[in-house]
């Protein structure tokens, strides 16, 4: 198993794929990844759906603007693509009341299960491009997402066919700040 940090320095956005099929024990396993992701108050707001299907990824496709989005491809190119979605109303609340300035707290449990889901991925030896560029409604009508959830983020899933070099990246100090901003 590689170095924890090899692996998240190593991950990148994938938007081309190779035609191999993605084995279900590794979706299994990627799913695994996102069951153990942090959430508030271990709510675990999120629900995947796994879409293989052509025609499905296709309407998906369709939701995103018309020019622009260079992820547009690999909606249907992968083998597989997941739909990251939310129960609202639940994460970022007490007894039905939001208890931070920051509202709904559901996309920064999404967040940490997408960075699980892509790290493994990674680590199983393939690729992801995670997609927010899309017209969530349509999206939801899509894939039949009922009333009280949404859909988050949509991320194509399979071998890369062509892996990019790291962009650059600011140095930990040019962030870090002691005791005061």
Request: glycine share 8%.
């Amino acid at each position: 198993m590689a170095d924890l940090l090899e692996i998240i320095k190593g991950r990148r956005s994938i938007r081309k794929y190779d035609d191999r099929d993605v084995p279900e024990a590794m979706v299994d396993q990627i799913l695994e990844a996102i069951r153990w992701a942090p959430s508030w108050t271990n709510c675990q707001c999120w629900e995947v759906v796994v879409i293989r299907d052509p025609a499905i990824k296709a309407q998906l496709q369709a939701t995103l603007p018309p020019k622009g989005n260079p992820a547009a491809t690999a909606i249907v190119q992968a083998p597989v693509l997941l739909a990251l979605c939310a129960k609202t109303g639940i994460s970022g609340y007490y007894k039905e009341l939001q208890t931070t300035k920051f509202g709904e707290w559901m996309m920064y449990d999404l967040g940490l299960a997408t960075q699980n889901l892509c790290l493994m991925a990674h680590d199983l030896g393939l690729g992801t491009v995670i997609v927010g560029l899309f017209d969530h409604d349509r999206a939801k009508i899509v894939i039949n997402v009922p009333d009280g959830y949404e859909v988050v983020t949509l991320i194509p899933l399979g071998y890369p066919a062509k892996v990019g070099n790291a962009p650059k990246r600011r140095e930990s100090h040019g962030f870090t700040h002691d005791n005061h901003f």
